[in-house]
T-cell receptor, first 114, second 112 residues
Framework: LAKTTQPISMDSYEGQEVNITCSHN???????ITWYQQFPSQGPRFIIQ???TKVTNEVASLFIPADRKSSTLSLPRVSLSDTAVYYC???????????????FGKGTKLSVIP | ETGVTQTPRHLVMGMTNKKSLKCEQH?????MYWYKQSAKKPLELMFV???????ENNSVPSRFSPECPNSSHLFLHLHTLQPEDSALYLC???????????FGPGTRLTVL
């Protein structure tokens, strides 16, 4: 299993760019990297997914170096509503083979300060 | 109803009880998942159903028994649970495994 490591917490001021890095040294060839956001008393919400290089959508960017042993979620110009826990997920499911490997990190609690 | 719904939202049960958690997805997805989220551990994937076929996870105790009668419904049957099974149980669905998962709000389970 690809174990992931993230910072436990981060603070940022409103309007700043926030970068959260996840380490996954044992990532496998078939593994994808996915980031989720979770607010209290809610289920996680998908942010972005990638395999290599850079992926960008309307809310975030995901940077993955060539060796894929880490990934960085970048949130541009955060607001108070971005205060949440952010999870890095590494793995893939091989339903045909009857096995799966999905490893969530412990999450990074981001606090956005006015 | 839209998205992924879970019932009940809260459940308190004794160690000798039998109860079931229900999940329903209204997104037309073909994969569904059960997760456990406890205070001191990361999200743990318990079970995966793809096209209504269960993908085994041998590390989950047999006191948890999943059931997927069709692609829209997923159940988690509980019996003789332990206090350490108290947690938030989350259901999710996706179109194809390993793709974006949509989570329900969870069931907060307390085992006395």
């Amino acid at each position: 299993l690809a174990k992931t490591t993230q910072p436990i917490s981060m603070d940022s001021y409103e309007g700043q760019e926030v970068n959260i890095t996840c380490s996954h040294n044992n990532i496998a060839t078939n593994d994808y990297i996915t980031w989720y956001q979770q607010f209290p008393s809610q289920g996680p919400r998908f942010i972005i997914q990638g395999y290599k290089t850079k992926v960008t959508n309307e809310v975030a960017s995901l940077f993955i170096p060539a060796d894929r042993k880490s990934s960085t979620l970048s949130l541009p110009r955060v607001s108070l509503s971005d205060t949440a826990v952010y999870y890095c997920l590494v793995g893939a499911i091989y339903s045909g083979a009857g096995s799966y490997q999905l490893t969530f990190g412990k999450g990074t609690k981001l606090s956005v300060i006015p | 109803e839209t998205g992924v719904t879970q019932t009940p939202r809260h459940l308190v049960m004794g160690m000798t009880n039998k109860k079931s958690l229900k999940c329903e997805q209204h997104l037309g997805h073909n994969a569904m998942y059960w997760y456990k989220q406890s205070a001191k551990k990361p999200l743990e994937l318990m079970f995966v159903y793809s096209l209504e076929e269960r993908v085994e996870n041998n590390s989950v105790p047999s006191r948890f028994s999943p059931e997927c009668p069709n692609s829209s419904h997923l159940f988690l049957h509980l019996h003789t649970l332990q206090p350490e099974d108290s947690a938030l149980y989350l259901c999710a669905s996706s179109q194809g495994v390993s793709n974006e998962q949509f989570f329900g709000p969870g069931t907060r389970l307390t085992v006395l």
